[in-house]
Structure formats: C-alpha cells, structure tokens
C-alpha cells in the first residue's frame, strides 16, 4: 500500500493583524502527497502557499490541524523530534538558492551532512554524486559568485538531497530563472526527483511546469482544490 509521506489533515492557520484583524490563511487545507509523487502547487502570491509549504516542513505550526510525515503525527511532538525529522526527512528549495558564498558548490552540500552525522568522506562521495547527476560534476570547486544562476540552483537542489529526505518542498525553485534556464533546471529537479523516488510538492506560478507533475493542487481563499 502506498501510503502518503506528507499528510496535512484540516490544517487553519490565522495571523492577527490591526486591520481587519484576523486573516485566514488556510481554512481547513486537506492534502496527501504519496511516495514517489511530484505534486504542483498553484496559488496567486499572497494566497498562502509558502506558508502551507513552511507548515508542511516543520518550519512553522498550524492553529488547528494535523501534519504527519511517513505516518507520524507531529504537530504535538516536541521541537527536538520536529527538528530532527525536519533534518533528516524533509529537502527544502527556494526560489533563491541561498548558498553559503564563502564555500565552493561540493561544501554547499557536504555541511548539512555533517551536521546531520555524516562522515565526511561519505558526504563528499554523495556531494559530488548529486553534482553529476545534474550535470555540473565539474563546477564542485567553484564558490556560488562564479556560477550561473542556473548552476547555483542546481547546487540547491543537490542540497535539499544530501541527506536522502524521504520528501522534497519547493517553493519557486525555477522562479528567479528566465524561460530557458528555468526550463533546464527544472528537467533537472524531475530527473533527480524520479531516480531517488522521493515524494516532492512544488509550488509554482509556471502552470506549463505543473502541467508536467503528477497532480495540480491549487489554493485560493485558504481552500485546496485538484484540478
């Protein structure tokens, strides 16, 4: 049985403002991402799809809900578990790759294996391993300054994998990129994605892109609907 890696059952989340007082972001928000699936996320900005991404990830906690990653309830479950399975379960990619400058694209995603126990001979291995499997096995030396936009994405994605999660959050990724990059970069994410089989939601504004995933999920007015 296929049973889903990310599960968000009736999830509300409400920010309290001056004026009009209450906004509700997410009323109810239902959704299952199975393994192996690459599930899209449509919204318009400002509809809430970074924050059901971050709600999702264990970045942020919804008001009303339940989250489980593989089966395991985790909206109750202490910040060190949160963290922990947020660590080792859960690949993030933004719209910007937020690489560290000052380290060449191989050390980009060589530290979050050693934080995560890795040894370091091991993550240098997987490094350059996910560097090649996007075609920029000879860019693992170069610091983010002297790559293309295209490449330090790349690099993001090798990233968000390092610590083999078991699903991937994207929030924009090719959104920073013109048409034909964004394009590359993207066949590059789906590719990564499939080989690993991992379970992958991607939010973004390119409806050509999400109509080349598994599902299309969209939020408006704080409601998820399948196209």
Not at 4 to 33: M, S
Not at 42 to 47: K, R
Not at 114 to 122: E, F, K, Y
């Amino acid at each position: 049985m296929n049973d889903p890696v990310l599960r968000l059952t009736g999830v509300e989340k409400i920010y309290k403002q001056g004026e009009p007082g209450e906004v509700h972001v997410l009323r109810g928000a239902d959704l299952a991402v199975r393994r192996g699936e690459v599930v899209a996320l449509v919204a318009p900005s400002g509809a809430g799809k970074s924050t059901l991404l971050h709600i999702a990830g264990l970045l942020d906690t919804a008001d009303k809900g339940t989250v489980e990653i593989a089966g395991e309830a985790l909206e109750t479950k202490s910040d060190r578990r949160r963290t922990a399975v947020r660590r080792g379960g859960i690949g993030f990619v933004y719209q910007f790759h937020h690489l560290l400058p000052e380290f060449s694209a191989l050390e980009n995603i060589v530290l979050p294996q050693l934080a995560n126990g890795q040894p370091r001979t091991a993550a240098e291995s997987r490094a350059r391993s996910l560097l090649s499997s996007v075609g920029i096995a000879d860019r693992a030396d170069h610091r983010p300054a002297a790559m293309s936009g295209g490449e330090q994405q790349r690099v993001a994605f090798c990233r968000a994998m390092a610590n083999t999660p078991q699903l991937l959050l994207a929030d924009e990724p090719t959104g920073n990129l013109d048409p034909a990059t964004s394009d590359r970069v993207f066949e590059a994410l789906m590719a990564l994605v499939r080989d690993t089989g991992l379970s992958a939601l991607i939010a973004t504004h390119n409806l050509d892109l999400a109509a080349r995933m598994d599902r299309c999920l969209r939020l408006a007015d704080g409601h998820l609907t399948e196209d």
